[in-house]
């Protein structure tokens, strides 16, 4: 039985005059966890496209003190929903721990009667999901069966969600990014092929793979320049970097900010990103809005935003040879500008911030 009955529908774009105190709740990471989701949360907060659009972000997961950061959010949440300032909860989440905090959160919103959207962002949700036990599955299909709306990235999501909520709760929405005016586009800086890897420096995402199809190349004489940029398994990666004597081909930078960001995307020809999973990948975006080809994993659901050939190359996740392979034929036998054009065109067409934001205002429209 809900505390509340629903609110009516269609409050969430008023006039400021009579625009009510109700918020909604972006729930998820702090900055002290910063990464994919914390980014779209950013952008929903922040986008000039939501202007109208009363937020709160609640903040449930932090690097450190996890335990107190979401007995504090949760403390939050609870008062902001006994007050009835919650037009919508925006739950988003990840695999593991972050579940069970949602299924926390959905039932909280369930009582209080409080629309709620699960946002599921985790590239490694259906790995998760799959290794619950029969009972501990059935409970989080329940918690999942009460949410209002389920937002994937991808139509290939839609799989392993159709088996946890019925088909009409599931919406694509995917990630998007502020696309800058077209430029033009300098590739091979000193006549080096500049690769560009951006995220969690790990196995998970192919980082050391990416770096072995480095030694290759450098075997192959080509000049070559990896960048890496992202937190992890640092110490790791240097030790592998000194190992395959390539301290002058790689550079790690560990986490770098916007400004960092957008500096290393100017001079980088191609973003290899050889995951063995991958949710979404927003950085794949970013590359395409600076007219960056990408190389991503066929593991996860990258793969559905590279088009093999056209703005970018699909590998088989593991396979060093044809990382390698296809880094080399960018440089020596591909109009690399011509896949830059293609990718700024999709993310453009597809995936601006105008396009995605016009989405989440309907839905929120919808169950608001």
């Not at 949440?77 to 972050?98: K, N, P, Q, T």
């Not at 088909?167 to 500049?194: A, M, S, W």
Request: charged residues 25%; proline residues 2%; hydrophobic residues 35%.
């Amino acid at each position: 039985m809900c505390w509340k009955k629903r609110r009516s529908k269609n409050k969430v774009f008023q006039n400021k005059k009579d625009r009510p105190q109700k918020v909604i709740c972006q729930i998820g990471p702090g900055d002290g966890m910063p990464g994919g989701m914390l980014t779209v949360i950013r952008l929903y907060m922040t986008s000039q496209y939501m202007e109208g659009v009363k937020q709160e972000h609640i903040v449930t997961v932090s690097s450190k003190n996890k335990i107190n950061t979401f007995i504090k959010g949760l403390i939050k949440y609870l008062w902001m929903c006994i007050r009835d300032e919650v037009l919508i909860a925006h739950i988003h989440m990840s695999e593991r721990g972050s579940c069970y905090r949602a299924m926390i959160l959905v039932v909280m919103s369930h009582f209080f009667g409080v629309p709620t959207i699960i946002h599921s962002h985790g590239s490694e949700f259906e790995t998760f999901y799959q290794t619950l036990t029969g009972i501990r599955k059935k409970i989080f299909a329940l918690s999942m069966d009460k949410v209002d709306a389920v937002i994937i990235l991808t139509p290939g999501w839609a799989d392993i969600w159709r088996s946890i909520v019925s088909e009409d709760k599931i919406k694509v929405i995917p990630n998007c990014v502020d696309i800058h005016q077209k430029g033009r586009k300098r590739y091979f800086i000193e006549n080096t092929l500049n690769i560009l890897f951006l995220g969690y420096i790990g196995e998970r995402k192919g980082t050391y793979d990416l770096i072995k199809a480095v030694k290759l190349l450098k075997d192959r004489g080509l000049d070559i320049c990896l960048r890496i940029g992202g937190n992890g398994e640092k110490d790791k990666c240097e030790d592998l970097i000194s190992i395959l004597g390539l301290s002058e081909e790689v550079i790690i930078y560990g986490w770098v900010d916007d400004h960092e960001k957008e500096t290393l995307f100017e001079i980088s020809d191609v973003l290899a990103l050889p995951s063995y999973h991958e949710s979404f990948g927003i950085v794949i975006l970013e590359a395409f809005a600076h007219q960056i080809p990408v190389i991503c994993g066929d593991k996860g659901f990258s793969k559905e935003i590279v088009t093999d050939g056209e703005d970018g190359y699909v590998v088989q996740s593991g396979n060093i040879e044809q990382i390698a392979d296809r880094l080399e034929g960018l440089y020596s036998d591909t109009d690399i500008s011509k896949m830059g054009d293609a990718g700024y065109k999709k993310v453009y067409e597809t995936y601006s911030e105008e396009k995605i934001m016009g989405r989440l205002r309907e839905l929120y429209k919808e169950i608001g």
